[in-house]
T-cell receptor
C-alpha cells in the first residue's frame, strides 16, 4: 500500500502571499489531520477532516484553512503568509473504524516564507 | 501551556545499552499515548502505543511504561542500535469526547546511539 503523499515537498513564498498544500491519504483512510512543526513549538495540531467535514480544530488563526474532497484527499491553505508560518507541514491519515486510530504521517511540505 | 513535556532535548547512549526516553503530561483527560520516531526529511513513524488501562506495552526491543498517578510515561529501547538514532516524540490523545484524532505532541528528544 502506498503511504501518505504530500505535494509539494518544498515551497518558498514571500510575506503576504497565499499557499495551498496537498495531501493524499493511504488508500481506504478517511480521516486526514494536519500538523505544523516548528523548532520552537514542536508539532502542533491544525485540523482534522473526515468525510469532507472538519471534525477537530486546533488553535490557529483563520488564515489557516483546509478542505477534504470526496476521495479523501485534502488540501490546506494559508493566506496572507507571515514569516512565522515557515515550518514543516505534516499530514497524517487514519482508518476509521476502531476506538483509536493510529495516524500515519506523510513526509511533509517544508514551507519557507521570506 | 504545554500539556505534553519531554524535558530532555537530547540523549546519547552506547550501542547495546538501554535507552530511556521520558515524557510527562498534565491533562488528565489523556487516555491514549503514543511514541513516534522521526528521521530528518521524513514524517514521524509510529513506534508503539499504550492505553491508560494498561501500565506496560512491549513490542520487540521497545517497551512503553505508563504511570498514571505520576502522569508519566517512558519508552525503553533495549538493546539500542545506531539505526535508532532519531528524534522521538511522545504524543497523547483524549479518546473520549470526540477528540481522538487530535494528537498533542511533546517537543521531542534527539536520541543518538554511538557505535
Amino acid at each position: 500500500k502506498a503511504g501518505v503523499t504530500q505535494t509539494p515537498r518544498y515551497l518558498i513564498k514571500t510575506r503576504g502571499q497565499q499557499v495551498t498544500l496537498s495531501c493524499s491519504p493511504i488508500s481506504g483512510h478517511r480521516s486526514v489531520s494536519w500538523y505544523q512543526q516548528t523548532p520552537g513549538q514542536g508539532l502542533q495540531f491544525l485540523f482534522e477532516y473526515f468525510s469532507e467535514t472538519q471534525r477537530n480544530k486546533g488553535n490557529f488563526p483563520g488564515r489557516f484553512s483546509g478542505r477534504q474532497f470526496s476521495n479523501s484527499r485534502s488540501e490546506m491553505n494559508v493566506s496572507t503568509l507571515e514569516l512565522g508560518d515557515s515550518a514543516l507541514y505534516l499530514c497524517a491519515s487514519s482508518f476509521e473504524g476502531r476506538t483509536y486510530n493510529e495516524q500515519f504521517f506523510g513526509p511533509g511540505t517544508r514551507l519557507t516564507v521570506l | 501551556d504545554q500539556q505534553v513535556k519531554q524535558n530532555s532535548p537530547s540523549l546519547s547512549v552506547q550501542e547495546g545499552r538501554i535507552s530511556i526516553l521520558n515524557c510527562d503530561y498534565t491533562n488528565s483527560m489523556f487516555d491514549y499515548f503514543l511514541w513516534y520516531k522521526k528521521y530528518p526529511a521524513e514524517g514521524p513513524t509510529f513506534l508503539i502505543s499504550i492505553s491508560s488501562i494498561k501500565d506496560k506495552n512491549e513490542d520487540g526491543r521497545f517497551t512503553v511504561f505508563l504511570n498514571k498517578s505520576a502522569k508519566h510515561l517512558s519508552l525503553h529501547i533495549v538493546p539500542s542500535q545506531p539505526g535508532d538514532s532519531a528524534v522521538y516524540f511522545c504524543a497523547a490523545s483524549a479518546t473520549r469526547g470526540g477528540s481522538n484524532y487530535k494528537l498533542t505532541f511533546g517537543k521531542g528528544t534527539l536520541l543518538t546511539v554511538n557505535p
